[in-house]
């Protein structure tokens, strides 16, 4: 259970839009958290190594199952309501639906998992800004899926949910993304970062310490669409370099090979397939050195490693912005600041910085005049902490509501 006080507005917001939406019984509010990925960058989807945290902002549902097949899906910040019967949720989405394909994604496998067959209406809200990078489709996947697990008393565990959550996302949605996100808010635990191996499936939660360590977020104000940008693109890249390398060896995945192997693989390698290749063999050290420093208390050695990433996802890999680099420059030049780079996919969105506990108000000074005079525009800023997995959201008395 997430405590009281950490209750949102967010969470009461869902709660009331929805007693105003659809009447009836209290609904039950579920949330689940965004995440920012400390290195690792676009390793999922190669088999790799990723080193994510679950923040404390995220997503909150308020749903009920209905009696019938219909379901309706409400948000706090998009006007369009969405009423679908269930029969209409086919194997991919349906344009028309938009931001609800993603939840409509969930309740599709999450039929398809347990047989379940009433419909739900559910209202959703959240704190994490929205393709920014910091994972908002992920705790909307993760969200429903608890929700629709808690109501139908369907028993599935925190990995169950984030493959419901996966699956939404790459079949019913259609981006080709890796398992990092939905594995970093469904397994998020207090106070730990997630070491994932995206090629096994296999996790370690690793200490992090918040009093050594603050996330600082850097909001480059330029939105970022996966669906309209290269993520694809360098799927395929990747999909085509990992082709072209196995004819010099043969490695389960992209992240396993050497940059020896890249070398031996000569002229057959050519740009940008070489980059892309270079990028995620040299990354998956960078993640070992990241955790490494963060067992150690090593936490300049962290900060390198991301700075080193920040450097290949831009070089290599071809997903900077002159936004992200801009702002990421600013951060590095300020005292107390251990690494910093951009964080999700990239193409704009959003970068992190490591920071010194109590520098805040230097840096975000200093990264917001630097990066007005760079880019001529504002940016925001938002310490983040490292926060719960899903949880039920109970509400006291003095709200006005039930508690638990
Ligand atoms: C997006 C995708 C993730 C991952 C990152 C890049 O956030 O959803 O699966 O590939 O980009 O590291």
């Known amino acids: 259970m997430k405590p009281d006080e950490t209750i949102t507005t967010v969470a009461r917001a869902v709660a009331s839009r929805f007693t105003a939406e659809f009447g009836g019984e209290d609904p039950r509010v579920f949330f689940a958290p965004g995440r920012v990925n400390l290195v690792g960058a676009h390793l999922d989807y190669n088999g790799g190594l990723v080193l994510p945290v679950a923040v404390d902002r995220g997503v909150y549902v308020a749903a009920r199952l209905r009696g019938d097949r219909c379901i309706r899906l409400r948000s706090i910040d998009v006007p369009e309501a969405v009423d679908v019967a269930t029969v209409d949720v086919r194997d991919v989405r349906d344009l028309a639906h938009g931001w609800a394909s993603y939840p409509l994604g969930v309740w599709r496998y999450f039929h398809e998992r347990t047989g379940a067959e009433h419909g739900f ?36 565990g925190p990995a169950d949910l984030a493959m419901l959550g996966y699956m939404a996302e790459t079949r019913y949605v259609g981006l080709r993304c890796g398992i990092m996100d939905q594995f970093a808010s469904a397994l998020a635990r207090d106070g730990h970062a997630l070491l994932l191996d995206c090629h096994e499936s296999t996790w370690e939660h690793v200490p992090l310490d918040s009093a050594t360590v603050e996330i600082l977020v850097m909001n ?27 004819q010099v060896v043969e490695r389960p995945c992209l992240a396993a090979y050497t940059p020896g192997d890249i070398d031996r693989a000569g002229d057959r390698l050519r740009s940008p397939y070489r980059e892309r290749a270079r990028h995620v063999v040299t990354e998956m050290h960078r993640v070992r050195d990241a955790v490494d420093g963060l067992k150690t208390g090593n936490i300049g050695a962290l900060g390198r490693a991301l ?31 251990f690494g910093a780079r951009l964080t999700g996919a990239g193409f704009g969105g959003c970068a992190i910085a490591l920071i010194e506990p109590g520098r805040r108000a230097d840096i975000e000074a200093h990264v917001m005049s630097r990066y007005r005079e760079v880019i001529g525009r504002d940016a925001g800023f938002d310490l983040l902490r490292e926060g719960t997995g899903p949880c039920e959201i109970t509400f006291s008395a003095e709200d006005g509501r039930p508690g638990p």
């Open 307 to 337: 700075n080193e990433s920040h450097l290949s996802t831009r070089e290599d890999y071809a997903v900077s912005s002159p936004e992200l680099d801009a702002i990421t420059d600013a951060a590095r030049e300020c005292p107390g600041v």
């Open 220 to 246: 480059t104000g330029v939105p970022r669409a996966l669906g309209d940008t290269k993520f694809n693109q360098r799927v395929a890249e990747c999909g085509e370099a990992l082709r072209i390398l196995r």
């Open 121 to 156: 209406e559910m209202v959703i809200g959240g704190d994490v800004p929205i393709a920014s990078g910091l994972s908002s489709s992920a705790a909307v996947e993760v969200a429903t899926a608890k929700a629709l697990n808690e109501l139908h008393s369907a028993g599935l």
